[in-house]
């Protein structure tokens, strides 16, 4: 009799055990939500992000995934993370630049960094420190994990070849810094959704958009309502994409499963240059069908356009000290690199730019 009372106790304390077990394994289960609708192609960076999470990571965490607009506007993805009414949220920084101008150099520039800097920058030079450094701030974890080259540039109503044509023009243009820039040489910085482009283009509420790169910008129709293409994309030399992680629900996976999500960004970043890249090439032949005229803005203008940045790079930078830790990090970055991009010529990755004042920029870091 105490034999099998004894039995019992054992084979309970085993159920109990493997109970306990498998709660512990069972998966968490995230909601993410992206900044784009699904009419947009930069939604695919996201997905791929999931998708690898979920295929990699899924024994320990589960996302369930939101096409933008679906839970909550598209304005209100950083607040929804921050809040942890959802555990996730795909977003391109420079939309936040509002709440705090570091987010506009952590998100892209004006004739600055090309894809392979930022890339470089995050890396290996101290970039994805920053972005957890400022968006832990407000209670979140930021895993950078997209990036495309030079946007396509200004579809518009009337041609843009110089600086003469584009004055008094009212263009679509995201960004702190570019609206800054775009303002010192003559045009009038509109701010509006992506998916609001095509009804204002078609209409003439604007003379003039950027969005993405071409692919993209062929998926929100723009060349339906345009004849002009203005090259190249000076306004967003490269952009980043990226995901914020509510804090609490970071902390609460185990090391291996963060390093696993972190894999995944790594590998969806390498992946988005190249599948950005290719249908970049697919946008181009796109325009070229539709019989869209491309205009090369003329050296000159690119010249001028460059001084200004660099003016308006110290601006944003010492408006803020997180500004201008985040620019003066990208400045020391392009500093120690030069000597060995400019020793592979030709077979350098991307430019040297005389940027901004480094000293004038590191004066403001606090």
């Given at each position: 009799?105490?034999?099998?009372?004894?039995l019992?106790?054992?084979?309970l304390?085993?159920?109990l055990?493997?109970?306990?077990?498998?709660?512990?394994?069972?998966?968490?289960?995230?909601?993410m939500?992206?900044?784009?609708?699904?009419?947009?192609?930069?939604i695919?960076?996201?997905?791929?992000?999931?998708?690898?999470?979920?295929?990699i990571?899924?024994?320990?965490v589960?996302?369930?995934?939101f096409?933008?607009?679906?839970l909550?506007?598209?304005?209100?993805?950083f607040?929804?993370?921050?809040?942890?009414?959802i555990q996730?949220?795909?977003d391109?920084?420079?939309?936040?630049?509002g709440?705090?101008p570091?987010?506009?150099?952590?998100?892209?520039?004006?004739?600055?960094?090309?894809?392979?800097?930022?890339v470089?920058?995050?890396?290996?030079?101290?970039?994805?420190?920053?972005?957890?450094?400022?968006?832990?701030?407000?209670?979140m974890?930021?895993?950078?994990?997209g990036?495309?080259?030079?946007?396509?540039?200004?579809?518009?109503?009337?041609?843009?070849?110089?600086?003469?044509e584009?004055?008094?023009?009212?263009?679509?243009?995201?960004?702190?810094?570019?609206?800054?820039?775009?303002g010192?040489?003559?045009?009038?910085?509109?701010s509006?959704?992506?998916q609001?482009l095509?009804?204002?283009?078609?209409r003439?509420?604007?003379?003039?958009?950027?969005?993405?790169?071409?692919?993209v910008?062929?998926?929100?129709?723009i060349?339906?309502?345009t004849?002009h293409?203005?090259?190249p994309?000076w306004?967003?030399?490269a952009?980043?994409?990226?995901?914020?992680?509510?804090?609490?629900?970071?902390d609460?996976?185990s090391?291996?499963?963060?390093?696993?999500l972190?894999?995944?960004?790594?590998?969806?970043?390498v992946?988005?240059?190249?599948h950005?890249?290719?249908?970049?090439?697919?946008?181009?032949?796109?325009?070229?069908?539709?019989?869209?005229?491309?205009?090369?803005?003329?050296?000159?203008?690119?010249?001028?356009?460059?001084?200004?940045?660099n003016?308006?790079?110290v601006?944003?930078?010492?408006?803020?000290?997180?500004?201008?830790?985040?620019y003066?990090?990208?400045l020391?970055?392009?500093?120690?690199y030069?000597?060995?991009?400019?020793?592979?010529?030709?077979?350098?990755?991307?430019?040297?730019?005389e940027?901004?004042?480094?000293?004038?920029?590191?004066?403001c870091?606090?």
């Amino acid at each position: 009799m105490k034999l099998t009372k004894k039995l019992l106790n054992i084979a309970l304390g085993a159920a109990l055990m493997s109970a306990s077990a498998l709660a512990q394994a069972a998966p968490q289960k995230w909601t993410m939500t992206s900044t784009w609708p699904a009419s947009l192609e930069l939604i695919e960076i996201d997905k791929k992000w999931v998708e690898m999470v979920n295929k990699i990571a899924g024994d320990e965490v589960k996302i369930e995934f939101f096409e933008g607009g679906s839970l909550v506007p598209s304005g209100e993805v950083f607040g929804a993370v921050e809040s942890g009414t959802i555990q996730a949220g795909a977003d391109w920084p420079g939309y936040w630049a509002g709440r705090n101008p570091a987010f506009s150099p952590l998100a892209t520039h004006t004739s600055l960094f090309n894809a392979a800097d930022y890339v470089n920058w995050i890396k290996g030079w101290g970039g994805a420190d920053l972005y957890n450094e400022i968006y832990g701030k407000y209670g979140m974890v930021y895993l950078p994990y997209g990036v495309t080259n030079n946007e396509a540039g200004f579809h518009s109503s009337k041609p843009i070849r110089n600086l003469d044509e584009i004055k008094g023009m009212r263009l679509r243009l995201s960004g702190l810094e570019q609206g800054q820039v775009l303002g010192k040489i003559g045009g009038i910085q509109v701010s509006m959704a992506g998916q609001e482009l095509y009804q204002s283009l078609e209409r003439g509420v604007i003379d003039g958009a950027e969005f993405s790169t071409p692919s993209v910008n062929v998926s929100a129709g723009i060349h339906q309502v345009t004849k002009h293409w203005a090259t190249p994309g000076w306004h967003q030399s490269a952009s980043v994409f990226g995901v914020m992680i509510n804090k609490q629900a970071w902390d609460a996976l185990s090391d291996t499963a963060k390093e696993k999500l972190k894999v995944a960004a790594d590998a969806t970043m390498v992946w988005s240059l190249a599948h950005t890249e290719k249908r970049a090439t697919k946008g181009l032949e796109t325009f070229k069908k539709a019989g869209i005229e491309i205009h090369r803005m003329d050296d000159e203008g690119l010249k001028k356009i460059q001084e200004v940045t660099n003016e308006v790079m110290v601006d944003v930078a010492c408006s803020n000290p997180d500004a201008a830790k985040v620019y003066a990090s990208q400045l020391e970055y392009l500093q120690e690199y030069k000597d060995w991009r400019e020793t592979s010529v030709p077979f350098n990755l991307g430019r040297s730019v005389e940027g901004p004042d480094l000293a004038k920029i590191k004066a403001c870091v606090k």
